[in-house]
Structure formats: C-alpha cells, structure tokens
C-alpha cells in the first residue's frame, strides 16, 4: 500500500505565525486529501488536492503529484488552527492516512 | 441538515460481545466508509460502500462486517468483539472526493 510521512510531528506557534505541513508519500495517486481533527476529536475536510494549488482563506496546499508531496500552508495562524492536521492520499475511494502533524497554537 | 450522525457516542463490551455501530447521512450522497483510529495514529480505512448495494474490504476489514441498508445508512457490526478492537470508529460520507466525517464512537473492549 501507499506509505505516507508527515512532518513535522508537533509543532508549537505563536498567535499570528506561518507554518508549512509536509505530506510525502510513495506512490501515484488520483486523490488527496487534508483534514483537521480539532482537540474535541471532530475531522473536518480541508482540500481536496490532488495537483495543482487551492486556497481557502489562511489556509492553502499545493501537490507536486510527478514529485510525491503535498504541502498546507497555514498562515496567521489562529488558536483554533490547534489541533491535528492528517494528509491522505490514494486512489479512488481508498485513502491512506499519514500520522499526522500536531499542531498547538499558543495565545 | 444534520450531516453524519453515529450512534452511540460511547460504549464498552465484553470480549465476545457482538454489537452494531449505526451511521446515518443526509446529504444525499452515494459513497460511505468506515474508519478506526487508534490513540495517536491516523485513520484506517476498515470498509466502504461506493453505493448503495455495494460493499467493499479496505485496509482492515478482519472481524468487522457491514451492512449498505438503503442509501442513507451504512453499519458496521463486531460480531466478537476482541481487545485489539478497542479503538475510536468513525463514519464518513462523500460527495465529489470530500469527505464528510460523522463525530465518532468510542468504542472499550474488556
């Protein structure tokens, strides 16, 4: 199956900062996925991603598909950002989760 | 609309125990899936239904089967229910490559 690295693991930021999430993953894939699951445990769909660049407001992702990453770039970030950011790439309905950025934002 | 709900929130079991977790949608979409998520790990994909009458195996569907009643509702039924099962479930529904997740049963098997 596919394997898939996120990076960084944890990561703390200030109120207002910018931060980049890594998605690497090993094979070809037609669909790509981020979601974030809140501290009380709730996922919700971020992007549907599988090339190119979109963006919803402070948050964007770019998938470089021939090169195997994704990226979610979260800018001013907000105490409510915290939480766990999960990429998920695959093919057709069968999608992969990654392990996972942790992210804290401090006030 | 009330989006993907799932019953029940909690519950604990016995090993051996058999139960059945419900999930229901009311966005009127075709495909439904099961996920577990052990503590600190992503989710993994245990089985889905592209549509109604169809169901098929993901990435670890051993001692779960599931059940496409009609388009809205999508079961997932532990028949004996093992410690290894211990996990948090959750459902989801998709509609063009997003999917839509249901809030989660978390599920203790003593």
């Known amino acids: 199956g596919i394997q898939v690295e996120q990076s960084p693991p944890d990561l703390i930021l200030q109120e207002g900062a910018n931060s980049t999430l890594r998605c690497n993953f090993s094979?070809?894939?037609?669909?790509l996925q981020w979601f974030h699951q809140n501290p009380w445990g709730q996922l919700i769909n971020l992007f549907y991603?599988?090339?190119g660049t979109k963006q919803n407001g402070r948050l964007s992702a770019t998938t470089v598909a021939t090169e195997r990453y994704s990226l979610l770039y979260i800018s001013s970030s907000q105490t409510t950002d915290s939480g766990v950011y999960f990429c998920a790439p695959g093919a057709g309905n069968m999608l992969t989760f990654g392990g996972g950025t942790r992210l804290m934002v401090k006030p | 609309n009330a989006g993907v709900t799932q019953t029940p929130k909690f519950q604990v079991l016995k090993t051996g125990q058999s139960m059945t977790l419900q999930c229901a949608q009311d966005m009127n979409h075709n495909s439904m899936y099961w996920y577990r998520q052990d503590p600190g790990m992503g989710l993994r994909l245990i089985y889905y239904s592209a549509s109604e009458g169809t169901t098929d195996k993901g990435e670890v569907p051993n001692g779960y089967n599931v059940s496409r009643l009609n388009k809205r509702e999508f079961s997932l039924r532990l028949e004996s229910a093992a410690p290894s099962q211990t996990s948090v479930y959750f459902c989801?529904?998709?509609?063009?490559?997003?999917?839509?997740f249901g809030p989660g049963t978390r599920l203790t098997v003593t």
């Open positions: 094979d070809s894939v037609n669909n």
């Open positions: 989801a529904s998709e509609q063009g490559y997003e999917q839509y």
């Open positions: 991603i599988p090339s």
